[in-house]
């Protein structure tokens, strides 16, 4: 996101982004993901459901290549308003919360990105559970991902610099007129919650594209198919910016280091 973030100057740092289904990494955080692999940075996405033999999941690797970010890296959990999203498997809210942080975990530690990110807390305007349960996950397998001694058998210990949580200001809201009208509800924070304001405007149509890749939403009328049914200066005033908020992960030295009296 930030020089900071990068390992040495110079360097655009790796990024992992850990999703709940397909086709949010490239609604929430496309223009990022695109940004950062056309600057040359190790990119890719976990995402928390779906199985791998699932039409979603073909949809979601034509995105993730239009993005620059990948093969898809898929948990394989069950959605939990798509059953036959994994047929046979739990749902992600279902699953026993050690074993869905453990497999992530062994993505964090195979991948070692500099940044991770993930849901806000409420989880992104829709607030689907699915989302708000990924959130939680990720905090804690990036917290987990540091520590020597917890899930010993996925790798070498690894901890991100940082996590950006994808979320929209309330200011951002007038940009999602077109949405509204929908009578969805939308969650959005405090605008001084937000740290990063990201233009993602010269990534506009490789992000569009890879949102229009996920052709089953897109059919099913889901947000993909409202985008794709708007105006181009509409798609452009939804689009074009990306808001994100910096969860600084508790890293191993700071887990070390003593309260003083």
């Given at each position: 996101?930030?020089?900071?973030?990068?390992?040495?100057?110079?360097?655009?740092?790796?990024?992992?982004?850990?999703?709940?289904?397909?086709?949010?990494?490239?609604?929430?955080?496309?223009?990022?993901?695109?940004?950062?692999?056309?600057?040359?940075?190790?990119?890719?996405?976990?995402?928390?459901?779906?199985?791998?033999?699932?039409?979603?999941?073909?949809?979601?690797?034509?995105?993730?290549?239009?993005?620059?970010?990948?093969?898809?890296?898929m948990?394989g959990?069950?959605?939990?308003?798509?059953?036959?999203?994994?047929?046979?498997?739990t749902?992600?809210?279902?699953?026993?919360l050690?074993?869905?942080?453990?497999?992530?975990?062994?993505?964090?530690?195979?991948?070692?990105?500099?940044?991770?990110?993930?849901?806000?807390?409420?989880?992104?305007?829709?607030?689907?559970?699915?989302?708000?349960?990924?959130?939680?996950?990720?905090?804690?397998?990036?917290?987990?991902?540091?520590?020597?001694?917890?899930?010993?058998?996925?790798?070498?210990?690894?901890?991100?610099?940082?996590?950006?949580?994808?979320?929209?200001?309330?200011?951002?809201?007038?940009?999602?007129?077109?949405?509204?009208?929908?009578?969805?509800?939308?969650?959005?924070?405090p605008?001084?919650?937000?740290?990063?304001?990201?233009?993602?405007?010269?990534?506009?149509?490789?992000?569009?594209?890879?949102?229009?890749?996920?052709?089953?939403?897109?059919?099913?009328?889901?947000?993909?198919?409202?985008?794709?049914?708007?105006?181009?200066?509409?798609?452009?005033?939804?689009?074009?910016?990306?808001?994100?908020?910096?969860?600084?992960?508790?890293?191993?030295?700071?887990?070390?280091?003593?309260?003083t009296a």
């Open positions: 996101m930030t020089a900071d973030d990068a390992t040495s100057a110079g360097d655009t740092p790796s990024l992992l982004a850990v999703f709940a289904h397909p086709d949010d990494e490239s609604l929430a955080a496309g223009g990022v993901l695109a940004r950062h692999a056309a600057s040359g940075a190790r990119t890719a996405v976990v995402t928390a459901t779906w199985a791998a033999d699932t039409p979603r999941a073909a949809e979601l690797a034509e995105a993730l290549r239009i993005l620059g970010a990948g093969t898809p890296r948990l959990y069950a959605d939990a308003r798509a059953p036959q999203s994994a047929p046979g498997r749902r992600l809210c279902e699953a026993p050690d074993e869905a942080v453990r497999r992530l975990v062994a993505h964090l530690r195979e991948f070692r990105p500099e940044i991770v990110v993930t849901h806000d807390a409420y989880g992104g305007l829709t607030g689907h559970l699915d989302h708000v349960h990924t959130h939680r996950v990720t905090l804690l397998a990036v917290q987990a991902s540091g520590l020597e001694r917890l899930y010993p058998d996925t790798g070498a210990p690894w901890q991100p610099s940082a996590v950006y949580l994808a979320t929209h200001p309330h200011s951002a809201v007038p940009a999602l007129s077109d949405l509204a009208r929908t009578g969805k509800p939308m969650y959005t924070v605008d001084e919650l937000v740290t990063a304001t990201v233009d993602v405007g010269p990534w506009l149509e490789r992000k569009l594209a890879a949102i229009l890749a996920h052709r089953t939403e897109v059919t099913r009328g889901a947000l993909p198919g409202l985008i794709a049914a708007l105006p181009a200066k509409a798609r452009q005033r939804l689009l074009s910016t990306e808001w994100y908020i910096r969860h600084e992960p508790v890293t191993t030295a700071a887990a070390q280091t003593k309260l």
